[in-house]
């Protein structure tokens, strides 16, 4: 069956931020250009900028999430009107009573599956305004008794409310109207923007599935346990709890779950608690546009004159933790007399965030030989000019650089995580503990140490590795068979039931 069009939702990605998800959806709407993606983008906010050019074939929606304070502000199309309190309060209970069920749940299988009472929810926000809902004093009470009686003490009340707010933000998308004529919904995260699209693709009746690239739990978990600044006593544990039973409920309402590594296989039983069928496939990489320089003869020759020059390529983030990878080159630095240069290609997630990488920059005296040279759309000429790649994250998927930095034939240095294993072995990678800027540096020096010949040899090995097994064509027939498999099975659900009656017999 032929597929016309597929819902897909991303969040923090694609088309408004640059990065390995963005570029992955990037070549899955690029290739399968016979099929209409409507794509639903959750933004922090509304004055995010596109990164990447309208294709005819992909709808955008930006679902913008916060900047603003009523949930209709961005959303001109949507006209709901005022209701009476009883309308108000009785949504408010369903979304509580779904809540309760979510959060604290009085067995580990009954907030799995519970999505009629977020049903009332979504009907009520199709019609109504969702702002009435959060600001009824008696909902609001309410939630404050249902956390208190469960939560620890530490918790505050200015915890809860301020939880509370932010949960007015995640809900917001159950207000937006939905296509219904989908093979599926793809959504490429199992996060918050995935609330909206599961409960409208329960009512149309229509296969979710999911993608997981680099754990959204898991990045969650290591966000909010890193990041700098004061919040109300409990506010976390709200946030992490909410987190991991929300994302047990996505992957409970999906028909299927795929994943781009084995890592994350793994992490989707562990959150589950159970054996759950993950379905792996890898990303892929235009092979064609990331090759080897054709000279390598006479590139040998040349580079033994010159510094050795080490590249990371991805966005800078905390996630990514380029600060050990700056730590590591100052470690370097006082190992070798070898001269060294680091080039950080990549835009800054924040400015605080360049910020704290200049200062530790400066703080190592590193102004000489360390670089943060912003984006780049010159990836295959920059790997081309590199002698080692490095990454230095503390999550991961299955990274898109590493894939690049292969097929280019330049041997690779990272840490270990999410599926970076998948990837590299040796002798062209070398793998370290992640936040650990002696090992980093040691696994920098493993190749700083070689001739820039016994470089290359290691790096045409990942080459062929690269080649071999992660081919962009795998990946777009792998997912084409998704949407196929999906449409059959909506369709065969949608069939109409047609009753064979006996015939009639003379004489009877």
Excluded at 78 to 89: A, E, F, T, Y
Excluded at 287 to 311: A, N, Q, W
Excluded at 342 to 361: M, N, V, W
Excluded at 456 to 473: D, E, M, P, Y
Aim: aromatic share 10%.
């Amino acid at each position: 069956m032929t597929v016309k069009r597929v819902y897909v939702m991303t969040e923090g990605t694609y088309p408004y931020q640059v990065g390995g998800v963005s570029m992955w959806l990037k070549q899955l709407l690029d290739h399968l250009s016979d099929i209409h993606f409507d794509v639903d983008a959750v933004v922090s906010h509304p004055w995010i900028p596109l990164e990447y050019p309208p294709l005819s074939h992909v709808s955008v929606r930006p679902v913008i999430l916060w900047g603003h304070q009523r949930h209709d502000e961005y959303f001109p199309y949507l006209s709901h009107g005022s209701c009476r309190q009883n309308i108000v309060v009785a949504a408010g209970e369903a979304l509580l009573q779904w809540l309760k069920q979510l959060l604290f749940p009085l067995n580990t299988t009954e907030h799995f599956l519970n999505i009629n009472d977020l049903m009332v929810v979504y009907q009520f926000a199709q019609k109504y305004s969702l702002t009435a809902l959060f600001r009824h004093r008696t909902i609001i009470n309410q939630f404050i008794a249902l956390c208190q009686h469960n939560v620890p003490d530490a918790v505050s009340f200015e915890a809860i409310s301020t939880f509370w707010s932010q949960l007015y933000h995640f809900f917001l998308p159950l207000s937006l109207p939905y296509p219904t004529d989908m093979a599926c919904y793809h959504l490429t995260v199992a996060g918050i923007g995935a609330i909206g699209p599961i409960v409208a693709a329960h009512t149309a009746d229509i296969p979710v599935v999911v993608t997981e690239h680099g754990m959204y739990l898991r990045e969650r978990y290591l966000d909010l346990n890193t990041s700098s600044g004061t919040s109300p006593g409990g506010l976390r544990y709200l946030q992490l709890l909410f987190y991991l039973s929300l994302t047990k409920w996505i992957y409970a309402n999906a028909a299927l779950i795929t994943s781009v590594t084995h890592f994350n296989r793994r992490w989707v039983n562990a959150i589950m608690g159970h054996s759950v069928d993950v379905r792996v496939i890898p990303n892929g990489i235009e092979t064609e546009k990331f090759s080897p320089l054709p000279d390598i003869s006479g590139e040998i020759l040349r580079r033994e004159h010159h510094p050795i020059e080490i590249v990371h390529i991805g966005r800078l983030d905390p996630l990514k933790d380029q600060e050990t990878l700056i730590r590591a080159m100052a470690i370097l630095r006082e190992q070798t007399s070898r001269p060294l240069i680091l080039h950080l290609y990549g835009k800054a997630s924040s400015e605080d965030y360049h910020h704290r990488l200049q200062s530790l920059i400066r703080t190592f005296q590193l102004d000489n030989c360390v670089f943060l040279d912003g984006h780049t759309s010159a990836v295959s000429s920059v790997l081309q000019r590199a002698d080692i790649a490095v990454m230095s994250s503390r999550s991961e998927g299955l990274p898109l650089g590493i894939l690049e930095a292969m097929c280019t034939g330049i041997p690779i240095v990272s840490t270990s995580a999410g599926g970076v294993p998948d990837l590299l072995q040796a002798p062209y990678g070398v793998m370290v503990p992640v936040a650990h800027p002696g090992a980093l540096a040691e696994g920098l020096r493993h190749f700083v140490n070689m001739t820039t010949a016994e470089r290359f040899k290691c790096g045409i090995q990942g080459r062929s590795v690269a080649l071999a097994h992660f081919s962009l064509n795998q990946m777009l027939q792998s997912y084409r068979g998704i949407y196929e498999e999906m449409e059959n099975r909506h369709a065969v659900k949608n069939l109409p039931v047609t009753i064979d009656r006996p015939a009639k017999h003379s004489g009877l």
